[in-house]
């Protein structure tokens, strides 16, 4: 069973970073994504990784400020969060899947974490 676990969400004002980890246990899958959801939206697709790093994709919001990467040997994925937006206020989410095409959908994911608050002031 794949456990995921997000940390490093918090509060920062706009134009600051913040890098969100998350920990993965279990094994079993091969691509890893975030998604966020915002107050009284749908929860919607950040970015992805593929397993070997070498592909990533990102929603047409993030890209250029957010970066996706991960370290297999610590079974850890991160999303690194430049110039942060008030809009970028959300619970993240990590998510895996076994896979090895791009997924952008939620219902393509099988394993997901708690999330983790980001709130970006103005």
């Known amino acids: 069973q794949v456990q995921l676990v997000e940390s490093g969400g918090g509060l920062v004002q706009a134009g600051g970073s913040l890098t969100l980890s998350c920990a993965a246990s279990?094994?079993?899958?091969?691509?890893m994504a975030w998604f966020r959801q915002a107050p009284g939206k749908e929860r919607e697709f950040v970015a992805t990784?593929?397993?070997?790093?070498?592909?990533?994709y990102y929603a047409d919001s993030v890209t250029g400020r957010f970066t996706i990467s991960r370290d297999n040997a610590e079974n850890t994925g991160y999303l690194q969060m430049n110039s942060l937006k008030p809009d970028d206020t959300a619970v993240y989410y990590c998510?895996?899947?076994?896979?090895?095409?791009?997924?952008?959908?939620?219902?393509?994911?099988?394993?997901w974490g708690q999330g983790t608050q980001v709130t970006v002031s103005s």
């Open positions: 998510a895996a899947r076994w896979g090895t095409v791009v997924a952008v959908k939620e219902a393509e994911y099988q394993y």
């Open positions: 279990g094994g079993g899958f091969t691509t």
């Open positions: 990784i593929s397993w070997s790093g070498g592909d990533t």
